[in-house]
C-alpha cells in the first residue's frame, strides 16, 4: 500500500464509524452503520456475526463500499473486494477495541467473523471548503477514473466557462478542466456543442 | 406515514449527513456521503446531479440505502425506492438549505434533479447502550422482517441461553427471543439441536 492509500485507510480508521454498503439476494442496495476495527497495510478489516443479512451479502458478494465523514476528514468512499480471514483476528480486533467485549462477551465472540477489504479504490472528498477539493487512491488495483476532461477537438467557444459551478475550467487549447476541484456535475458535457467533453466513468 | 416512520424520517434529516448507497452497473456497491434535503410525509428528498455515477445508478436502478450515525440518534438505516420529481423540488431544496448556493450559485443549481425516496424500510440501532434496542419502521411498504424466531418444536433443552451475548433468550414453551434486544448475531440458530430457530430474513 502506497503512502497515500495508507493516510486514507488510516483516516477510515480513525473515524472508525462509517456506513458499509453491500448488495443483496435481490440486487438492491443495503447499507448499515460499522466499525472500522483495524487498519494495517494489508488494508481494513471489519466484523461481522453469522446470522445478519450483512454477513451474507459479503460472503455471496465478495464486495462492499464504505463512506465516512468527520469534521476533520471530511467526506470519504470506498468500493473494493472483501474476504473472510483466520477467527485469530477476531482476537486482534477485540484486543485493538474492548470495548466489543460489552457487545460480545467472553466466548459469544466466535460467531463473527473477520473480513479484510484487500483491495478497492476510493476518494478524499471536501466539500465544506471553497473551492472543493477532492483526491482518489487505491490498494492493490487501479485507481478508478471519474469526472470530465475536454478533448483536442474544443472549438475554444467557451460555452462551458458560464455553467461550470465551480469556475474549474480555464481557456486553452483545448480548453482544461481542474479535476480537484470539480464536481464531476456533467454542466459542462451537457452544453458543449462540439461534443469535446469525455465522460470518464461509466 | 405512520408516526413511527415519521420520527425515523425526522431523525435522517436532523442528522442531514447520511451514507447513500447504490449498485453501479457492474452490480457493484457504491457508497457516498450525502445530505437528506427534505424530509416529509411523501418520504426524503435528495439531489444529485445529471454527470454523476450516483445520478446514473438512481435512474437505473430505482433504489437506494441509507445509513446515518448521530450521539443522539445511534445508528439509522433504510433501503426503499427513489424516482426523480420536478425540478421544482430542487428551488424548494435550496430554499430549506441556502448553503447549497455557494455549491451550484445561480442556475448552475439545474444541472441537479431530486429525487423522492418514496417508499421502503429502515432500523433504528442503539448499539450503545445496554441491553441494545432496536426498532423497525417503514412507509408505503411492510416492514421487511429480520432476526431469529424459535419455534413450537424447540425441545427446551436450554443449549441456546448461554451462547447468547446480550442474554436476550428466555426459558418458555417454546423459549422465547425479546427481539427488541437480540443482536441477530446466529448463535442461538447455530447451536438448537431441534433446529427450531427460525432465521426470519434472506
Redesign the interface.
Known amino acids: 500500500m502506497n503512502e497515500k492509500a495508507r493516510n486514507y485507510v488510516d483516516l477510515f480508521r480513525k473515524v472508525k464509524?462509517?456506513?458499509?454498503?453491500?448488495?443483496?439476494?435481490?440486487?438492491?442496495?443495503?447499507?448499515?452503520?460499522i466499525n472500522v476495527m483495524i487498519a494495517s497495510d494489508e488494508g481494513m478489516y471489519i466484523v461481522t456475526?453469522?446470522?445478519?443479512?450483512f454477513y451474507?451479502q459479503l460472503v455471496d458478494?465478495g464486495?462492499?463500499?464504505?463512506?465516512?465523514?468527520c469534521p476533520d476528514c471530511q467526506?470519504?468512499?470506498?468500493?473494493g473486494k472483501v474476504k473472510m480471514v483466520d477467527k485469530k483476528w477476531v482476537d486482534r480486533v477485540f484486543e485493538e477495541n474492548p470495548g466489543m467485549n460489552?457487545?460480545?462477551?467472553g466466548d459469544?465472540?466466535y460467531?463473527?467473523d473477520a473480513f479484510l477489504i484487500y483491495e478497492g479504490s476510493g476518494e478524499w472528498?471536501d466539500?465544506l471548503n471553497?473551492p472543493?477539493n477532492r483526491e482518489t487512491f487505491s490498494y492493490n488495483a487501479s485507481e478508478e477514473k471519474?469526472g470530465?476532461e475536454i478533448q483536442k477537438n474544443c472549438i475554444g467557444c467557451g460555452s462551458c466557462i458560464p455553467?461550470?459551478?465551480?469556475k474549474c475550467i480555464t481557456e486553452g487549447e483545448p480548453y482544461k478542466i481542474d479535476p480537484v476541484h470539480c464536481?464531476?456535475?456533467?454542466?459542462c458535457?451537457?452544453v458543449c456543442p462540439a461534443e469535446a467533453i469525455k465522460?470518464l466513468?461509466?
Do not use: N
Open positions: 464509524i462509517a456506513s458499509a454498503a453491500t448488495v443483496d439476494e435481490q440486487g438492491r442496495p443495503q447499507s448499515r452503520i456475526s453469522k446470522g445478519k443479512p451474507k458478494t464486495r462492499v463500499a464504505l463512506s465516512a465523514m467526506s470519504l468512499k470506498f468500493t460489552e457487545v460480545y462477551p459469544t465472540r460467531i463473527l472528498f466539500l471553497y472543493i471519474a470530465f455553467v461550470c459551478p465551480q464536481l464531476q456535475c456533467g454542466a458535457f451537457e465522460r466513468h461509466p
